[in-house]
């Protein structure tokens, strides 16, 4: 079955029904913080459509820095040519979508090492182009264990860039609009980023290939995972990667428990932690919804209505 194809630009709408809000007209509703059921795949219709000439321009830019490093050119030249960032498909979703106070810029460039960061002071997401080049290492290395297909380091490489750009962008969201943030800043971008993963994927995507291309960014938190840590990495701001692979594995299976049993079987998902998944896919869905609501750019009225009434149902 092809994954449902959602209207332009339905954010926040797609952040609701991520958490249960709406249904097909006939389909079986469970309560919003019940553990029973799937969540809804369904396409949600606002009661008016946004009026084309009130929306915002694009917030964001894009910029390919060519490198120093004769080694990183080619790397340059193929992400550019492609215009990567540009193609994201869940960061074309989002572009326009919220009244920033500043233009937001997405960036490749050469970092010296390995890594993609938020630059507050120039309101920058910034991918390395030697993270490019690892990630497609490892692409080469999970090929060869799984005997996957010839096409599969590149599927490896644009799944984890497109989570990693998303966790950035969450970080630029907390800093541009101001958002709270009471938890670990680095577990709430990482839900984000899940989210936006499942609900903006390329319309020509299935809905088992969303799923797949989360699982391939599971796969490369627990690849740089060794099991033996010292005070540093406990100290940390980020999770040790073995915890933000479950947490994202609890996303996924929270999405539809039944059909993504077997993870649990698997060792993917302790049975423990799956039994309160469902519950927290839709408090995480929930808490986005209510912090992004409020920015909402011009000629969005109807999604911020729509949203407001969902929140309104309660837990």
Same mark, same amino acid.
């Given at each position: 079955m092809r994954r449902p194809r959602f209207p332009p630009l339905h954010l926040l709408l797609a952040l609701a029904f991520a958490a249960g809000c709406a249904v097909s007209p006939g389909a079986r509703?469970?309560?919003?913080?019940?553990?029973?059921?799937?969540?809804?795949?369904?396409?949600?219709?606002?009661s008016a459509a946004p009026d084309p000439r009130a929306v915002a321009p694009p917030a964001f830019e894009y910029a390919y820095v060519p490198p120093?490093? *004769? @080694? $990183?050119? &080619?790397?340059?030249?193929? !992400?550019?040519? *492609? @215009? $990567?960032? &540009?193609?994201?498909?869940? !960061?074309?979703?989002? @572009?326009?979508?919220?009244?920033?106070?500043?233009?937001?810029?997405?960036?490749?460039?050469?970092?010296?090492?390995?890594?993609?960061?938020?630059?507050?002071?120039e309101v920058?997401?910034?991918l390395c182009y030697e993270t490019l080049r690892v990630l497609y290492e490892r692409g080469k290395a999970h090929q060869q264990a799984l005997g996957r297909g010839d096409e599969h380091p590149l599927r490896y490489v644009r799944a984890n860039v497109r989570f990693i750009v998303l966790h950035e962008t969450g970080h630029a969201l907390v800093h541009l609009l101001d958002l709270p943030v009471t938890g670990r800043l680095e577990d709430a971008v990482d839900q984000l980023a899940a989210i936006l993963m499942l609900r903006f994927a390329?319309?020509?995507?299935?809905?088992?290939?969303v799923i797949e291309n989360l699982r391939l960014a599971a796969n490369w938190m627990l690849s740089r995972s060794t099991g033996a840590y010292n005070l540093d990495a406990y100290a940390g701001e980020h999770a040790l990667g073995e915890q933000r692979?479950?947490?994202?594995?609890?996303?996924?299976?929270?999405?539809?428990?039944?059909?993504f049993a077997g993870m649990v079987a698997a060792g993917d998902l302790t049975a423990e932690r799956a039994r309160g998944c469902p519950r927290e896919?839709?408090?995480?869905?929930?808490?986005?919804v209510r912090l992004l609501l409020p920015h909402l750019a011009p000629g969005y009225e109807a999604y911020r209505e729509e949203g407001a009434r969902y929140l309104m149902r309660g837990d």
């Amino acid at each position: 079955m092809r994954r449902p194809r959602f209207p332009p630009l339905h954010l926040l709408l797609a952040l609701a029904f991520a958490a249960g809000c709406a249904v097909s007209p006939g389909a079986r509703t469970a309560p919003p913080d019940s553990d029973e059921g799937p969540l809804s795949r369904s396409v949600v219709r606002p009661s008016a459509a946004p009026d084309p000439r009130a929306v915002a321009p694009p917030a964001f830019e894009y910029a390919y820095v060519p490198p120093a490093s *004769a @080694d $990183l050119q &080619r790397i340059h030249e193929r !992400v550019r040519d *492609a @215009d $990567l960032l &540009r193609r994201l498909p869940e !960061v074309q979703a989002i @572009d326009g979508m919220f009244a920033l106070p500043r233009r937001l810029r997405y960036v490749t460039a050469e970092c010296g090492e390995f890594g993609a960061f938020y630059r507050p002071a120039e309101v920058e997401v910034v991918l390395c182009y030697e993270t490019l080049r690892v990630l497609y290492e490892r692409g080469k290395a999970h090929q060869q264990a799984l005997g996957r297909g010839d096409e599969h380091p590149l599927r490896y490489v644009r799944a984890n860039v497109r989570f990693i750009v998303l966790h950035e962008t969450g970080h630029a969201l907390v800093h541009l609009l101001d958002l709270p943030v009471t938890g670990r800043l680095e577990d709430a971008v990482d839900q984000l980023a899940a989210i936006l993963m499942l609900r903006f994927a390329s319309l020509e995507e299935t809905p088992g290939e969303v799923i797949e291309n989360l699982r391939l960014a599971a796969n490369w938190m627990l690849s740089r995972s060794t099991g033996a840590y010292n005070l540093d990495a406990y100290a940390g701001e980020h999770a040790l990667g073995e915890q933000r692979y479950f947490n994202l594995q609890c996303l996924i299976y929270g999405t539809d428990p039944a059909g993504f049993a077997g993870m649990v079987a698997a060792g993917d998902l302790t049975a423990e932690r799956a039994r309160g998944c469902p519950r927290e896919t839709r408090r995480v869905s929930r808490a986005w919804v209510r912090l992004l609501l409020p920015h909402l750019a011009p000629g969005y009225e109807a999604y911020r209505e729509e949203g407001a009434r969902y929140l309104m149902r309660g837990d």
